[in-house]
């Protein structure tokens, strides 16, 4: 694994995730040094519009990943319906959802970026139902990465982020404004 010169923030995000999504990326200064993954729970048969929705409140470009794609930073990627994403060599790469029921993009993602940046990987845990993340939080933990977690308190759903916080050992979890203030404040040494 080599050292990466940005930080590589993989957000985790399902139901009831929307505006806080939106309320995070109007908080995260342009400047920031990383690239910024979302991966949510979507229907595979409905075009996602988040791509869209986030353009009109970041500040930075979105990108919709419809194929494999570099990650550079000041710019966020936004996984589409029926694909799974993973990263290796700092390159997003698609492939298309299994027939699985239980939806499990963002352990997927995570655990991937895990692997591939270190201690250079961030994972960010929102609003959600059931326990997806845990495990790709656990392994940007044991990577060297930092977890963070909303504050299920402030979550619409809980599932997600209370699954990360009862069995892994987040580096901080708080609403969103905090955790876009603290997110801001990384910053990564090149060597």
Do not use: W
């Amino acid at each position: 694994m080599m050292k990466r010169d940005f930080l590589t923030i993989g957000i985790g995000a399902s139901a009831g995730s929307l505006q806080v999504i939106i309320d995070f990326f109007k908080e995260i200064q342009p400047d920031m040094n990383a690239a910024f993954v979302v991966v949510t729970h979507l229907l595979r048969d409905r075009r996602s519009q988040l791509d869209t929705i986030l353009s009109r409140h970041a500040h930075i470009p979105v990108v919709r990943v419809e194929s494999d794609t570099p990650l550079s930073a000041g710019h966020i990627y936004v996984m589409v319906e029926n694909t799974l994403l993973t990263t290796e060599n700092h390159i997003l790469r698609v492939k298309p959802r299994s027939t699985e029921i239980v939806n499990k993009a963002v352990d997927v993602f995570l655990s991937s970026l895990a692997t591939d940046a270190g201690e250079s990987a961030v994972a960010l845990i929102l609003s959600g139902g059931g326990k997806d993340g845990l495990t790709g939080c656990q392994a940007i933990h044991d990577h060297g990465g930092k977890v963070f977690v909303q504050d299920p308190g402030t979550a619409n759903v809980t599932g997600m982020p209370e699954a990360v916080i009862e069995f892994d050992h987040p580096h901080m979890v708080g609403d969103i404004v905090t955790l876009a203030t603290e997110i801001n404040k990384l910053d990564i040494t090149v060597e």
